[in-house]
Each structure stands twice: as C-alpha cells, then as structure tokens.
C-alpha cells in the first residue's frame, strides 16, 4: 500500500462526521497498519476459517467466500460490529474489495446459502448445534458470521 492511500485513510478518519464513518476509516487504517505478528494471527485465522469452510461445503470460486472470510475476521477483532451489519460490517468489507455494501450482502448470502445446501447434517449440527433452526433452513448472515467468529476465536483461544 502507498503512502497516498496511507494519508487517504487517515484523513477519511479526521473528516468523519458520523460514528460509522469513523469505525470504517478506523478499519481501514488497522489493515493498513498490520505488524508482521498480527499478519501472522491472520494468517492462522485464516487457515481455521478456510478449514472450516472447506468441511461445510462452501465452494471457495464465489466471491462471497472472501467477503464471508473478511466479513468473520473483522467480528473476531470487533465483535460489536455484528450488531451493526449493515452500516459498519458491509461497507467495510465492500471497501476492501472495491465494490458495493449491497453486493457484499449478496455475495455472502449466497456463500451461506451454497455451503448449507451441501453440508451434511452432521457437520451443520457439529458447529451450529441448536443455534440455528433448521426449519428455517440457512442462518441469516450475521448469525452465520457470528457463530462462525466465536468458533475461531474459541479455536484460537484453545491453541
């Protein structure tokens, strides 16, 4: 990452007017600031959440994917932002991929929704238990995001 875009972040920080502006710019900057012991950290979530993914069936060719493994990362460092989905969690991950908030609420959706029409009962019943009601059929996604950033922050907890 240049310099230029360096400034760009910071500046998209003082300018902030509003509480949401601020938390986006806040992490933009965080990834543009990342230590190398953190990229390691992210190096190993990302590991766990592809290896999870790959056991539910989440077909990893949909751009969903990577917003879905973005989208969990960012609940891991910011678990409140889960309640925030649409004006935080959305626009930040649409910032990194240089597209829209609303494509990125599709694009998950669908990721969620290949990976449950795949997965064996088995394997939805291992992570989600009885936080998921199956005659609803998939979870929305921030209980999908959610549940998948407690795991990995438990998993991670557990070495």
């Known amino acids: 990452m240049n310099i230029e875009q360096k400034v760009?972040?910071?500046m998209r920080y003082i300018v902030a007017e509003t509480r949401e502006?601020?938390?986006l710019a806040i992490s933009e900057i965080k990834n543009i600031m990342e230590y190398p012991a953190?990229?390691?950290k992210n190096k190993n979530i990302e590991e766990m959440i592809d290896s999870i993914f790959m056991e539910i069936g989440m077909p990893c060719h949909?751009?969903?994917y990577n917003y879905t493994v973005y989208a969990i990362k960012i609940a891991i460092e910011n678990p409140d932002i889960i309640n925030n989905?649409?004006?935080v969690l959305y626009p930040t991950v649409a910032s990194k991929y240089?597209?829209?908030s609303s494509r990125v609420?599709?694009?998950i959706s669908r990721a969620i929704e290949s990976a449950w029409n795949r997965a064996d009962i088995d394997v939805i019943e291992k992570y989600f238990g009885n936080t998921i009601s199956m005659a609803k059929g998939k979870p929305t996604n921030s209980e999908f995001i959610a549940r998948m950033a407690n795991i990995v922050k438990r998993g991670i907890a557990n070495g």
């Open 21 to 23: 502006e601020k938390n």
């Open 8 to 10: 760009n972040a910071i």
């Open 98 to 100: 240089d597209t829209t």
């Open 85 to 87: 989905i649409t004006f």
């Open 62 to 64: 949909l751009i969903g």
């Open 105 to 107: 609420e599709r694009g």
């Open 38 to 40: 953190e990229t390691e």
